[in-house]
């Protein structure tokens, strides 16, 4: 069973800094997709951004990129100019090929603050 | 419409209580899931219904019984639970069970349960 391994259960950044956020994976796999997902105090999970694993450019959505290592098999998350609303859980996930969501695998988390 | 609706947003329920969850998706998704969500810890899948079959059971417990009466609906019917079982539970939906980068879960903000 693949596993995601998040090794920071929290971190904190000033407003409008940068800060990043880890993700190892384990896979036998070539082709695959990962996923950052945050969980803000709503509860509500959004996708942040998805990284396509033949795809060796990385996922960027505004002030949100990732920096994918494949033979690393690292996934991070940076968030630049880091604002109040970004406070949140943030889990990476791993989806196989040829599976679809059913397959999807957390990580366990990295809870963010930011500090006014 | 972009949502996933879920209610109620908070449910407190004795062991003896019979009780329901809903969700409601209007994207015309055609993959719905439930997932238990306890504190500080990742999501863990439970069901999945695809064109409203029920495509995959975690092997929950008995106690918990989906439903999916159509496209749009997905229920969780509850009785006899635990202590243990008070969780958030997660309602979320995709386009289907493909793999596709497209294929993203939309998640509602979930149902807060309290088992006394």
């Given at each position: 069973a693949q596993t995601v391994t998040q090794s920071q259960p929290e971190m904190s950044v000033q407003e409008a800094e940068t800060v990043t956020l880890s993700c190892t994976y384990d896979t036998s796999e070539s082709d695959y997709y990962l996923f950052w997902y945050k969980q803000p105090p709503s509860r509500q999970m959004i996708l942040v951004i998805r990284q396509e694993a033949y795809k060796q450019q990385n996922a960027t959505e505004n002030r949100f990129s990732v920096n994918f290592q494949k033979a690393a098999k690292s996934f991070s998350l940076k968030i630049s100019?880091?604002?109040?609303?970004?406070?949140a859980m943030y889990f990476c996930a791993y989806r196989p090929p040829n599976?679809?969501?059913?397959?999807l695998t957390f990580g366990t988390g990295t809870r963010l603050t930011i500090i006014p | 419409d972009t949502e996933v609706t879920q209610t109620p947003k908070h449910l407190v329920m004795g062991m003896t209580n019979k009780k329901s969850l809903k969700c409601e998706q209007h994207?015309?998704?055609r993959a719905m899931y439930w997932y238990k969500q306890k504190a500080k810890k990742p999501p863990e899948l439970m069901f999945v219904y695809s064109y409203e079959k029920l495509?995959?059971?975690?092997?929950?417990?008995?106690?918990f019984s989906p439903e999916c009466p159509n496209s749009s609906l997905l229920n969780l019917h509850l009785h006899?639970?635990?202590?243990?079982?008070?969780a958030l539970y997660l309602c979320a939906s995709s386009?289907?069970?493909?793999?596709?980068?497209?294929n993203v879960l939309t998640f509602g903000a979930g149902s807060r349960l309290t088992v006394l």
């Amino acid at each position: 069973a693949q596993t995601v391994t998040q090794s920071q259960p929290e971190m904190s950044v000033q407003e409008a800094e940068t800060v990043t956020l880890s993700c190892t994976y384990d896979t036998s796999e070539s082709d695959y997709y990962l996923f950052w997902y945050k969980q803000p105090p709503s509860r509500q999970m959004i996708l942040v951004i998805r990284q396509e694993a033949y795809k060796q450019q990385n996922a960027t959505e505004n002030r949100f990129s990732v920096n994918f290592q494949k033979a690393a098999k690292s996934f991070s998350l940076k968030i630049s100019d880091s604002q109040l609303g970004d406070a949140a859980m943030y889990f990476c996930a791993y989806r196989p090929p040829n599976f679809g969501n059913e397959k999807l695998t957390f990580g366990t988390g990295t809870r963010l603050t930011i500090i006014p | 419409d972009t949502e996933v609706t879920q209610t109620p947003k908070h449910l407190v329920m004795g062991m003896t209580n019979k009780k329901s969850l809903k969700c409601e998706q209007h994207m015309g998704h055609r993959a719905m899931y439930w997932y238990k969500q306890k504190a500080k810890k990742p999501p863990e899948l439970m069901f999945v219904y695809s064109y409203e079959k029920l495509s995959i059971n975690e092997s929950v417990p008995s106690r918990f019984s989906p439903e999916c009466p159509n496209s749009s609906l997905l229920n969780l019917h509850l009785h006899a639970l635990q202590p243990e079982d008070s969780a958030l539970y997660l309602c979320a939906s995709s386009p289907t069970l493909a793999n596709s980068g497209a294929n993203v879960l939309t998640f509602g903000a979930g149902s807060r349960l309290t088992v006394l």
